[in-house]
Nanobody
Framework: QVQLVESGGGLVQAGGSLRLSCAAS????????MGWFRQAPGKERDIVAA????????YYADSVQGRLTISRDNAKNTLYLQMDSLKAEDTDVYYC????????????????WGQGTQVTVSS
């Protein structure tokens, strides 16, 4: 099993910034597409952003376009989500995930998941 551990969540004021990180245990991290998802209590888990196995190609949900940026450092086996101009509606648990399809915005294609990190945006 590939283990993924998120960090960097917390409480931030509206308009502020956070950077989430996801550390992977897998030495072949670079062979996996990666994604960030978020979920509120009682709601479905939704795609936030995705990045191709080698980087470069990215996908963003319309609601975060221009505010959140996904990136990866394969040498460090780490995925990032830079979150800027945060809004109260960004308050959710954020999960990183890995897919062996190399690149996907479909939740069902993801094989491995982190435990989640809470992001709370206050106004």
């Amino acid at each position: 099993q590939v283990q993924l551990v998120e960090s960097g969540g917390g409480l931030v004021q509206a308009g502020g910034s956070l950077r989430l990180s996801c550390a992977a245990s897998e030495r072949t991290f670079s062979n996996y597409g990666m994604g960030w998802f978020r979920q509120a209590p009682g709601k479905e888990r939704d795609i936030v952003a995705a990045i191709r196995w080698r980087g470069g190609s990215t996908y963003y949900a319309d609601s975060v376009q221009g505010r959140l940026t996904i990136s990866r450092d394969n040498a460090k086996n780490t995925l990032y989500l830079q979150m800027d101009s945060l809004k109260a509606e960004d308050t959710d648990v954020y999960y990183c995930a890995a897919t062996s399809t190399y690149y996907s915005s479909n939740l069902r294609d993801y094989d491995y998941w982190g435990q989640g990190t809470q992001v709370t945006v206050s106004s």
